[in-house]
């Protein structure tokens, strides 16, 4: 058994950052051990532990959020390779083919990749009740509805267009 413990430096986490198109990764770590399952195969179990900042889905301001996930991987040196060009998912996506070395930091990287939320949302950043975004900057006065309709004019240019249609062409001079 060999124990895994993975905690990048603040330039690790800044390359990390950037990498993931997030603004920030304050603390991460990685917490594992990899253990023989039997004479060619192996497991590892732990958690990954982060916070994380990004930009929320509605305002853009910094959302600062904490992950926590348990990670588990079965290394099987007898896995088949797909022969087909598509290939269904197996039902336990735990498991993965045994390579030459088990690149612990990529499955860190991937666990951390997995869990960062999609749309993180400010806790000041609403909707309407309508559905509509509403995010006016502090003193302005929000946008009237109808602006919100960018093609409510292309009716009016449809009819017109059909209206010219129907007359007979004028005479050139």
Not at 70 to 91: G, K, S
Not at 145 to 159: D, I, R, V, Y
Request: with cysteine; aromatic share 4%.
């Amino acid at each position: 058994m060999q124990d895994i413990d993975l905690q990048p430096d603040a330039a690790q986490r800044q390359q990390i950052a950037q990498l993931l198109g997030l603004e920030a990764v304050k603390k991460f770590r990685f917490h594992a051990e990899l253990r023989p399952l039997n004479k060619s195969d192996w497991e590892l179990v732990g958690v990954m532990g982060a916070t994380i900042v990004q930009p929320c889905a509605i305002t853009l301001a910094p959302v600062t959020s904490r992950i926590d996930e348990r990670v588990t991987r079965r290394f099987l040196a007898d896995l088949p390779e797909p022969d087909a060009h598509e290939v269904e998912m197996p039902e336990d996506d735990s498991i993965e083919a045994l390579g030459a070395a088990i690149d612990i930091s990529a499955l860190a990287l991937e666990a951390l990749t997995l869990a960062i939320p999609a749309f993180p949302r400010a806790a000041d950043a609403t909707l309407s009740d309508q559905g509509y975004l509403e995010q006016t900057p502090p003193g302005a006065t929000p946008l009237p509805q109808n602006t919100h309709k960018p093609f409510a004019g292309l009716a009016e240019l449809k009819a017109k267009l059909e209206k010219t249609e129907g007359e007979a062409p004028k005479p050139r001079k």
